[in-house]
C-alpha cells in the first residue's frame, strides 16, 4: 500500500524507524532526509559501495535494472542505497559496516590533566549591585557600572535582556561577562565561565570544554561530522552546495547541529548549561569554514581555489546559529590557501614546539584533505593533497569508520593474511590503519606486484565479477580497485612532500623531524606507510606522531589572545604552494603511483593478473 502522497513507506528495522519515500528517490536519499545514518562516502553517486542495504521485502528498481525481493536469492543480496529505489512499501536493512559507528573520535586523550595557558578574550566580574530606590532610580546598567567601578559604555543586546532578571533573582548578585569592553553576558554568581573549542573535521567533528577561569579541560568528545551524508571528500559536498542554493543551507545547518550538539553534551556531562559557554574557536579546513559560514564555495571548488575569507574572524555566535551565551562570539582560525585551512594553522601552533626544535621539519595532517608545511626556520612552505577517504576507510569496497569489528592490523602469518579488529570484534570492515597494513602485507607476500596488480595463486586472494580480490577475514575483502584507490591517495600525498621539497631547493634527507598529524596519523603503522611509499623513506626515529594537533591547538585559541595572535601571524607567513599547477605534477604523481621504490621484504611472486 503506497502511504499518503503517494509515496512508498520504507521500514528500516535496525532503526525502528518508518519513512515516506518521495517518487523517485533512492533509499540512501530518503534516509538522509529522515536523519538516518547509512554511511555514504561518495555522497550517493554510486562510486564507492559504503552505503550497502538488503531489502527484506518488497519491489525495488536497481538504477540500471529491476529487482523484487520475493525470493530467498535476493533477499540475501546486498545493494548500494543510493542505487535502489522503491517501487512498493520496502523493508530494510542496512549493512553493518554501512552503520558503524565511530570509536575513535579526534579527542586525544580525554582522561589526561590538561591545564591550559590561560589570556583569555572573556573575563567575568563577580558583583553585587545596590537595588533600586525611589530615591536612586538609574538604569540597571548605571547601577551596575558603578558597581564595577568603571563606564560600561557598550553591552550586548542579548545582555541587555537578561541583565534585568538576573540581577533581581539574585537580589543584586551577579556575573559580568566582558570581552573587550563589551559586556556579552550577565548570570547568576554561581555560574561557570565556560569555552568551547570545536576542530571541525571533513569526518569528525571534536569538541572540548575548557573553565575559562583556570585554564582546565574538563571534558571532550567527538562525533560524526554529519554532512558526510552529502559525501565523504570535500568536492562532493562542494559540488552540492554549487548546483542547489537549498542544499548548501543544508549543509550549513548541518554543521551548525553538530556544534549544538557537542555543546549540549559536553555541558551535560560536567553539570553544567550551555548558557554558561561564553566564547567559541573554531578551526577546520577552508571548505569547512565557509560551509559553517554559509559563504559561497563555487571559485573554492575550481582553479586557482580562491576562498571568500582568509584571515581570522570573530562573530557572534548567535549569527551562526549556536545556543551558547547571549553574547558569545566565535573566534575562526585563519585559513593559509587554497584547502589548507585554519585546522592547519591550529596544528603549526600546537606543534611548534616540535617543528621549531630543528632546521627542517615536515607537518603531516593526514585525512580526506591532506594538509602539508615544510618548515625551515621561520619559512612555511604549505600544500594540501587531495587524498581523498580511501586512507579513512572510503571509497574501499569493505572500507568503514574506526568502529568496533572494523581490521585494524593486517600481517602475514606463515604466508597467510591475519587480521585483527577494533575491540576483538567480528570482522565486518577494514578501517584505515588497516588499509596500509593491508598493502603491505600483500606486498610483502607478494600477492600484488610493484605496479598494484593482484595476482592469483595465492590461497588469501580470489576473483568475484571479473575483479581480483584479496580476503582479510570471512567478508571483508580488499580488491583491485581498493588498490588503486589506496595507490591515488599515496602518490597525492608523497608526491606533495617532494614538491614541496622541490619547491625549497632540499633533498628528502634534510628532514630532521616528521610530525604526523591527525588521528588517522596517530594510529597508523608509520613502518607501514614507509613500506607503500606514502611516507619519505627516513630513519624511524625521525617521525612523531602527536594525534589530533588541530583539537589542541583551537584550545589553545581559546584559552589564550597570544596564541590567536600567533596563529595570525603564522598564517600571514606561510607561502601556500598550488601543486597542480607545476609543470612536473603529473609525472610526479604517475612516478609515485607504483610501488617500486616502496621498501618492502617481498615474498614468492604470484602471478599477475593479465
Request: aromatic residues 4%; charged residues 20%; neutral net charge.
Amino acid at each position: 500500500m503506497n502511504a499518503p502522497g503517494g509515496g512508498h513507506t520504507l521500514q528500516f528495522t535496525q532503526f525502528g524507524r518508518a519513512v515516506v519515500a518521495r517518487p523517485g528517490e533512492s533509499v540512501f536519499q530518503s534516509a538522509r532526509r529522515a536523519g538516518i545514518r547509512i554511511v555514504g562516502a561518495c555522497g550517493g553517486r554510486g562510486t564507492c559501495g559504503s552505503c550497502m542495504v538488503r531489502i527484506a521485502d518488497g519491489e525495488f528498481r536497481r538504477l540500471g535494472g529491476e529487482g523484487q525481493a520475493t525470493g530467498s536469492a535476493t533477499r540475501r543480496k546486498w545493494y548500494r542505497a543510493c542505487q535502489v529505489v522503491p517501487g512498493s512499501d520496502c523493508v530494510i536493512e542496512v549493512a553493518p559496516r554501512s552503520l558503524a559507528t565511530v570509536v575513535r573520535a579526534d579527542t586525544d586523550d580525554a582522561a589526561q590533566i590538561e591545564m591550559l595557558p590561560l589570556d583569555a578574550a572573556v573575563h567575568d566580574l563577580e558583583l553585587e549591585v545596590a537595588a533600586a530606590t525611589l530615591a536612586d532610580p538609574r538604569a540597571d546598567l548605571d547601577r551596575l557600572a558603578a558597581a564595577a567601578g568603571t563606564p560600561l559604555e557598550r553591552i550586548d543586546l542579548g545582555a541587555a535582556r537578561r541583565l534585568p532578571g538576573v540581577l533581581r533573582a539574585g537580589e543584586g548578585r551577579l556575573r559580568v561577562r566582558m570581552r573587550a569592553g563589551e559586556v556579552i553576558d550577565c548570570a547568576p554568581a554561581a555560574a561557570r565561565t565556560l569555552g568551547l573549542a570545536i576542530d571541525l573535521g571533513t569526518t569528525n567533528v571534536a569538541g572540548f570544554l575548557v573553565d575559562l577561569r583556570t585554564g582546565a579541560r574538563l571534558a571532550s568528545l567527538g562525533i560524526e561530522n554529519p554532512q558526510a551524508m552529502w559525501g565523504a571528500d570535500l568536492i562532493s559536498r562542494i559540488n552540492h552546495a554549487v548546483h542547489d542554493a537549498a542544499v548548501a543551507e543544508e549543509l550549513r545547518a548541518a554543521a551548525v547541529l553538530a556544534l549544538n550538539a557537542l555543546a549540549a553534551d559536553l555541558c551535560r556531562a560536567v553539570g553544567a548549561g550551555v548558557v554558561e559557554i561564553v566564547d567559541v574557536a573554531v578551526c577546520g579546513n577552508t571548505a569547512m569554514h565557509h560551509l559553517l559560514l554559509g559563504l559561497p564555495v563555487r571559485q573554492l571548488g575550481r582553479a586557482p581555489f580562491v576562498a571568500a575569507v582568509r584571515a581570522c574572524a570573530d562573530l557572534k555566535a548567535r549569527d551562526l546559529g549556536l545556543e551558547v551565551a547571549a553574547g558569545a562570539c566565535v573566534h575562526l582560525a585563519p585559513n593559509i590557501g587554497g584547502f589548507v585551512g585554519g585546522d592547519h594553522v591550529a596544528a603549526l601552533i600546537a606543534t611548534e614546539e616540535r617543528w621549531s626544535a630543528v632546521r627542517c621539519a615536515l607537518l603531516i595532517d593526514i585525512g580526506t584533505n591532506t594538509e602539508i608545511s615544510l618548515i625551515r626556520g621561520e619559512r612555511f612552505l604549505s600544500a594540501s593533497c587531495p587524498s581523498g577517504p580511501a586512507l579513512e576507510g572510503g571509497h574501499i569496497s569493505c572500507g568503514m569508520r574506526a568502529a568496533d569489528g572494523a581490521i585494524e592490523r593486517v600481517r602475514l602469518v606463515d604466508g597467510r593474511i591475519r587480521s585483527t579488529t577494533i575491540g576483538g570484534e567480528e570482522a565486518v570492515g577494514l578501517c584505515g590503519s588497516g588499509v596500509l597494513d593491508t598493502l603491505r602485507a600483500l606486498l610483502e607476500a607478494g600477492i600484488i606486484t610493484t605496479r598494484g596488480r593482484i595476482g592469483t595463486g595465492h590461497p588469501d586472494t580470489g576473483e568475484a565479477g571479473h575483479e581480483r580480490y584479496a580476503s582479510l577475514a570471512p567478508g571483508v575483502l580488499f580488491t583491485q580497485s581498493d588498490v588503486r584507490a589506496v595507490q591515488l591517495a599515496k602518490s597525492a600525498i608523497r608526491t606533495g612532500i617532494e614538491l614541496l621539497l622541490d619547491e625549497a631547493g632540499l633533498e628528502e634527507s634534510a628532514i630532521e623531524r616528521c610530525v604526523i598529524a591527525g588521528a588517522f596519523g596517530a594510529y597508523i603503522d608509520v613502518d607501514s606507510g614507509i613500506a607503500i611509499g606514502l611516507l619519505p623513506d627516513l630513519p624511524r626515529e625521525r617521525f612523531e606522531q602527536v594525534g589530533n594537533a588541530a583539537g589542541l591547538g583551537v584550545r589553545r585559541m581559546l584559552a589564550s589572545r597570544r596564541a590567536r595572535a600567533r596563529a595570525a601571524e603564522l598564517a600571514r607567513g606561510c607561502r601556500y604552494v598550488e601543486l597542480s599547477t607545476r609543470p612536473d605534477f603529473q609525472k610526479r604523481f604517475l612516478h609515485h603511483i607504483d610501488f617500486r621504490a616502496a621498501r618492502f621484504t617481498a615474498g614468492p611472486r604470484i602471478h599477475p593478473a593479465s
